[in-house]
């Protein structure tokens, strides 16, 4: 099978790399081995909160020309700005409806419910202007018993912290009673799926609107709207009190949602996903790949002009850890890395961690390199990168999708 680009990696950088080239009229095929990382998506996209020196960032645009020159938003340069909007706008159009603005800091509450910078919010979710929204309020907090994945107790007291009032308020319906037979069954997108019953959400709103007299906020935890958005609709209608989302633990109801949208708006504009199959060998002629084989085409090349590398890091294998080196294992990239295990890594896990930064080498334009010359036609894209610390930067969707952009630009 012959396409004009073939993506590794099903994650929001492989999806946003795939939705941008097709537009532009390329075939492209994307190969995903699974879950991705949008999974553990607490329904927000970050772009850059804190520099590499501890700076909190209130200007994302303004602040990238602080970075260091490996930065992958430092090679994107001066597109910077025009990718951030860019991005904006093909979540909007792929029907991840999302609002926030890479020039003004945002805020997000996340699953233990503290708040944390951001960039762009789901819609449907709570975007906030400042980090204390709850302060003087009264919050009436709904909790499902045997929830595994929201823990009330960390929400409650760090929203209490911010000088709010909190009630918590139990959740009973025999439909969720049902999935209690089963504690495993007892996760948010199991609950999700039983909220897509339009009896079982109209059970839950005559709970709500017997128990929200006084409250000036109702908090609930995000285990609705698994396939769109209508059943947080019909909630923030017919409640009058403002409503918030708390994001639980993983798996996300949003971030399931999302990358199921972004897939379907891949296929809708002609593109081919390849779901549970894992590229296990390549063909190069030098430095320019050919093609590659997949677990479930072993024997059946798949051919290519260009290929992207969006396999992500460590957690998705797109990095491999030896006890004296790090490894790309599909082309066998040349990888940024410190010498000797010890300074991969901090003790106290709450620590900025070096390892982060780790990733593949690439030139100006996200060609990967070997033996320090740059292929001439394979690309890396999102957090296999590196030069960058996701988690400390607060950057992780921004290098996702603005890396994916520029790289598409370069293909087209």
């Known amino acids: 099978m012959k396409f004009d680009t073939i993506i590794i990696g099903g994650g929001l950088a492989g999806l946003t790399c795939g939705i941008q080239l097709q537009k532009s009229g390329k075939k492209c095929l994307i190969v995903s081995s699974g879950q991705s990382a949008l999974h553990f998506s607490s329904g927000a996209f970050d772009l850059l909160t804190t520099l590499n020196d501890g700076t909190e960032v209130e200007n994302a645009v303004e602040a990238v020309s602080k970075l260091d020159s490996n930065h992958p938003y430092s090679i994107i340069g001066s597109k910077f700005a025009h ?7 093909l979540l909007n159009e792929s029907g991840v409806a999302v609002v926030g603005s890479a020039d003004k800091r945002a805020y997000k509450i996340t699953p233990m419910g503290t708040m944390k910078p951001t960039w762009l919010s789901l819609a449907d979710f709570s975007h906030f202007d400042n980090p204390t929204p709850f302060k003087g309020k009264k919050v009436a907090l709904f909790s499902i018993a045997g929830f595994l994945d929201f823990n009330t107790k960390f929400v409650v007291d760090n929203i209490e912290a911010t000088g709010a009032t909190v009630k918590i308020i139990n959740i009973c319906l025999p439909e969720i009673e049902r999935l209690r037979t089963s504690p495993t069954e007892m996760r948010s ?5 039983v909220f897509q019953n339009e009896n079982t959400l109209n059970a839950l709103l005559s709970t709500l609107k017997c128990n929200t007299n006084g409250f000036d906020v109702v908090a609930l935890p995000a ?31 949003p971030g399931v949602r999302a990358q199921r949208q972004l897939r379907s708006a891949f296929e809708r504009l002609g593109g081919t996903y390849m779901l549970g199959d894992t590229v296990v060998s390549t063909k190069v002629d030098g430095l320019k790949a050919k093609s590659l084989y997949t677990v479930n085409h072993v024997e059946e090349p798949l051919e290519a002009d260009n290929f992207v590398l969006a396999a992500g890091s460590f957690f998705s294998n797109g990095l491999h850890a030896t006890p004296y080196a790090i490894e790309e294992p599909i082309f066998g990239a040349d990888v940024n890395f410190l010498e000797g295990r010890a300074n991969w890594f901090d003790q106290n896990v709450f620590n900025k961690q070096n390892y982060m930064t780790f990733g593949v080498d690439v030139d100006s334009t996200f060609h990967i390199k070997k033996n320090g010359k740059s292929f001439e036609n394979v690309y890396a894209i999102g957090s296999i990168l590196s030069g960058f610390n996701p988690i400390y930067e607060g950057c992780g969707g921004g290098v996702s999708m603005l890396t994916a952009l520029c790289v598409a630009d370069n293909i087209k």
């Open 83 to 89: 990718y951030a909007e860019e991005a904006k706008n």
């Open 189 to 193: 997108s199991n609950i999700a799926k």
């Open 223 to 253: 285990v609705f709207g698994l396939f769109g958005p209508e059943p947080v609709k019909v909630i923030k209608e017919q409640i009058g009190t403002p409503v918030c989302l708390i994001p639980t633990m993983p798996p996300s109801v």
